[in-house]
């Protein structure tokens, strides 16, 4: 049971170096999110997308990018790598309306911004 | 708007004692609310959910919250901690927002320790 699958599990990058998370599930989902998580901070939405072909900004999307081709996929591109992108970063899933608040995590990406 | 409110950052019960992790919620709609788990470098699993159905709601590993309306808060209980609920936990708050997207809003988060 795949379920959220998540590469690469750790990446260390230089300023102004760009790279791209990748996210796949298995389970059908038309809900998918990238989330950030800092330190005593919860997890902050990027991006969202409700379906393949539509995407959302969340609440912190600046320095990112998404796409949503497919319903299985949805990788997030950082730009221009910053320090303040250091983090942990984790992809979820979900059926959406009613259960919007049911999601299903990948394990993480950790990044380092040097 | 909704928002969510963790009260406490670290918990530290002793293993066989209860376990009480506080939350309070703010929601203009009528709001689902749910608990996370995330064991060290791992991702956030589903604890419990309530959906309008029952205010006590059930969960995995003997985990238990109830949702009170006139207290705003869903609390997260366990009769007796063992040593593997060490974990970061969170609270999480869910209704309409305008659009027609459900905003899912997280806590965050109390760190249980548990001392043998």
Known sequence: NAGVTQTPKFRILKIGQSMTLQ???????????????????????????????????????????????????FPL?????????????????????????????????????L | AQSVTQLDSHVSVSEGTPVLLRCNYSSSYSPSLFWYVQHPNKGLQLLL?????????????????EFKKSETSFHLTKPSAHMS????????????ASGGYQKVTFGTGTKLQVIP
């Open chain 1, 77 to 113: 591109r950082l730009e221009l790598a910053a320090p303040s992108q250091t983090s942990v970063y984790f992809c979820a899933s979900g059926r959406g309306a009613p259960n919007t608040g049911e999601l299903f995590f990948g394990e993480g990406s950790r990044l380092t911004v």
């Open chain 1, 23 to 73: 996210c796949a599930q298995d389970m059908n989902h038309n809900y998918m999110y990238w989330y950030r998580q800092d330190p005593g901070m919860g997890l902050k939405l990027i991006y969202y997308s409700v379906g393949a072909g539509i995407t959302d900004k969340g609440e912190v999307p600046n320095g990112y990018n998404v796409s949503r081709s497919t319903t299985e996929d």
């Open chain 2, 85 to 96: 609920d060490a974990a970061e936990y969170f609270c999480v708050v869910s209704d309409a």
């Open chain 2, 49 to 65: 959910k309530y959906t309008s159905a029952a205010t006590l709601v059930k969960g995995i590993n003997g985990f238990e919250a």
